[in-house]
């Protein structure tokens, strides 16, 4: 039998952009022959990845994972809308949800993450590719942790258990009950996933926005006395927190009080204190340049009329 080394593995994955268990199991089919291997994926189905992977993949799904004092939220993108309802692609996606929660959120420390049944992440998702046939992608993670509380979690537009097109976290410190804590938790995330806060206060907004929207609210108002101005923007600016800042935003569930008027009244109400940490939102696609291919679904009506 050849000796099969990872440098062989390796080149033929280049070559083929199939998982690390496929080509090694191609290497041993073809006695450590490049070529054949190739030639023994190709008619696997298996080596298909590579070619796909330039397409635009901005459909697929969020996921959501928690236990105890951790939530992640994961998203894996692919060509079309059809594949979220794939069972093997929300089983790929739950799979890396639960393995981001336990190894890493960071996403090229998680494609080499061990895949249950063998191979890493970046192995499931080449398989996945090869499987479903369209070009599939682990775009971003993010992990959330409380030292003493309770991760508030909400998913929108729900596929299945835990999958969707919105995921929210929210991490809630407090020494409180953490039935009380989830329930109250679940309803800020629901906010957040409505409401889409760029940040949790006035001093967590990045600077370069803050700063852009002072140039604005500055240049809107040119010609008025310098101190008429900085009146003006410091004003325009706190209205803008009220839009874009969590704590500071009227409450969905009660419009007449803020976020943190109703954290407020939940810590007092239970007598415990309590106090918002960080939340993260993902939603479906945000972000991506998608390709404009005309109505869809008006050449599907029509062709369903021929």
Known sequence: MAVITASMVKELRDK???????CKAALNETKGEIEPAVDWLRKKGLAKAAKKSGRVAAEGLVALAHHGD???????????DFVARNESFQALVRNVAKIALEKADDVE?????EYPGGGNVAD????AVATIGENITLRRAKRLQVTNGVIGTYVHNLVAEGL????????????????????????IAMHVAATNPLA????SLDKETVARERAILSEKHQGKPAHVIEKIVESGLKTYYKEVCLIDQAYVRDPSKTVGQAVQ?????????????????YALGEGIEKKNDGDF?????AVAKG
Do not use: Y
Not at 167 to 187: I, Q, W
Not at 265 to 281: C, D, H, M, W, Y
């Open 297 to 301: 679904a008006a050449e599907v009506a």
């Open 109 to 113: 420390a998680l494609k080499t993450a």
């Open 16 to 22: 083929t952009g199939a998982g690390m268990m496929d």
């Open 200 to 203: 949790l206060d006035s001093t």
């Open 124 to 127: 499931a998702i080449s398989h």
């Open 164 to 187: 969707g097109k919105i995921a929210v976290l929210v991490a809630l410190e407090s020494p409180g009950k953490h039935a009380d804590l989830a329930t109250f938790g679940r309803e």
């Open 70 to 80: 951790r939530g992640v939220v994961v998203e894996v993108n692919s060509e079309t």
């Open 265 to 281: 009244e939940f810590g007092n109400r239970t007598k415990q204190p309590l106090r918002i940490a960080s939340f993260v939102r």
